[in-house]
C-alpha cells in the first residue's frame, strides 16, 4: 500500500539560510500533519491542513510556515534557520472525518550548521 | 499539554508479555485512544486502536476498563525486534489532543 513520502530524506544547512520540506499523503488522505522531533525527545505537532486550509496549530515557530496545495501535497518552509532547528521532521496524513489514525512519513532530517 | 500518562521505560525480555498501561483520566466521551510505536530515526507505526472493552488485532490487544480512565497496550511474546517507544494517544478527529504526544513509554528487550 502506499505510504507517505517526504522529501528530502536528508538536508543540510547553514545558520540563517531557508529550507522547503515536501510530504506527498496517502491517496485520498485529506488531512496533512507536521511533527519536528528533536534528539531524544517526543515528537512535538507543529501544524496540520484540512482540505488545503490550516486547521490546527501547534507550536510552530513564527519563521516557519506551511501550505497545502491543489494535489494535497504539502511543503513547510523554514526560514533563518538556527542550530536549535536541526532535528526530524514528520509529515502525517489521515482521513478527517472518521477516527482514522495519521499515518507517518519517514521523516526529513535537518541538519543546521 | 498530553493528556496521557505513561511508564517511561520498561525492560522485558524475549518471549514475554509485555503490558504498558497508559492514564488518561480526563478522557472525553468522543475520545479514542490509539497506540503507536516508534523506531529510532522512523516515523511512528499505528499499532492499535479502540473506544471500549477489548480491540484485538495481529500484533497487539487494548484492554480499556469501563471508565476508560485508562487503558493498557498488551504485547504478546515479545521479541528483541519490539524495543521501541510507545506512545498512547487520546482525542477524537476534531480536536488537536489526538496530536500531541506525550512521553512515551521505552521498552527495552533482552535476549
Known amino acids: 500500500a502506499a505510504g507517505v513520502i517526504q522529501s528530502p530524506r536528508h538536508l543540510i544547512k547553514e545558520k540563517r539560510e531557508t529550507a522547503t520540506l515536501k510530504c506527498y499523503p496517502i491517496?485520498?488522505?485529506?488531512?496533512v500533519y507536521w511533527y519536528q522531533q528533536g534528539p531524544g525527545q517526543d515528537p512535538q505537532f507543529l501544524i496540520s491542513?484540512?482540505?488545503?486550509?490550516?486547521?490546527d496549530k501547534g507550536s510552530i515557530p513564527d519563521r516557519f510556515s506551511a501550505q497545502q496545495f491543489s494535489d494535497y501535497h504539502s511543503e513547510l518552509n523554514m526560514s533563518s534557520l538556527e542550530l536549535g532547528d536541526s532535528a526530524l521532521y514528520f509529515c502525517?496524513?489521515?482521513?478527517?472525518?472518521?477516527?482514522?489514525?495519521?499515518?507517518f512519513g519517514n521523516g526529513t532530517r535537518l541538519t543546521v550548521t | 499539554l498530553a493528556k496521557t500518562t505513561q511508564p517511561i521505560s520498561m525492560d522485558s525480555y524475549e518471549g514475554q508479555e509485555v503490558n504498558i498501561t497508559c492514564s488518561h483520566n480526563?478522557?472525553?466521551?468522543?475520545?479514542?485512544i490509539t497506540w503507536y510505536q516508534q523506531f529510532p530515526s522512523q516515523g511512528p507505526r499505528f499499532i492499535i486502536q479502540?473506544?471500549?472493552t477489548k480491540v484485538t488485532n495481529e500484533v497487539a490487544s487494548l484492554f480499556i476498563p469501563a471508565d476508560r480512565k485508562s487503558s493498557t497496550l498488551s504485547l504478546p511474546r515479545v521479541s528483541l525486534s519490539d524495543t521501541a517507544v510507545y506512545y498512547c494517544?487520546?482525542?477524537?478527529?476534531?480536536?488537536?489532543?489526538?496530536?500531541?504526544f506525550g512521553t512515551g513509554t521505552r521498552l527495552q528487550v533482552f535476549p
Open positions: 502525517a496524513s489521515s482521513l478527517r472525518d472518521t477516527y482514522s489514525p495519521l499515518h
Open positions: 491517496p485520498r488522505h485529506d488531512t
Open positions: 491542513f484540512y482540505e488545503k486550509m490550516q486547521s
Open positions: 480526563n478522557i472525553a466521551t468522543n475520545d479514542y
Open positions: 479502540g473506544y471500549k
Open positions: 494517544l487520546v482525542g477524537d478527529s476534531y480536536n488537536t489532543d489526538k496530536l500531541i
